[in-house]
């Protein structure tokens, strides 16, 4: 049995999924003059690697990626058991 169809009764599990895309120092002048629409510069672009976690666990890379008008992140690697 793989370790998948070990854990495969637990599909229906929520958990957690957690992409850190970046951090920032900011001033809190800077944050209290934001507003719904406001643009917050990142020093992250497209095609950068990115950890995935899944309850509070690293699960693996992914990939930043411009869909349409939005970003997304292409899973790019799972790590493995251990």
């Known amino acids: 049995m793989t370790p998948s169809e070990e854990i495969e009764h637990l599909a229906d599990v929520p958990v957690k999924l957690e992409i850190e895309l970046d951090q920032k120092l900011t001033r809190l002048e800077e944050v209290m003059a934001w507003e719904p629409g406001s643009v ?5 672009s497209a095609g950068e690697t990115l950890d995935v976690y899944v309850g509070g666990a690293r699960f693996g890379t992914g990939e930043i990626v411009i869909l349409e008008n939005t ?8 790590d493995g058991p251990g």
């Open 40 to 44: 917050i510069w990142l020093t992250r």
């Open 71 to 78: 970003f997304g992140i292409r899973l790019t690697d799972f």
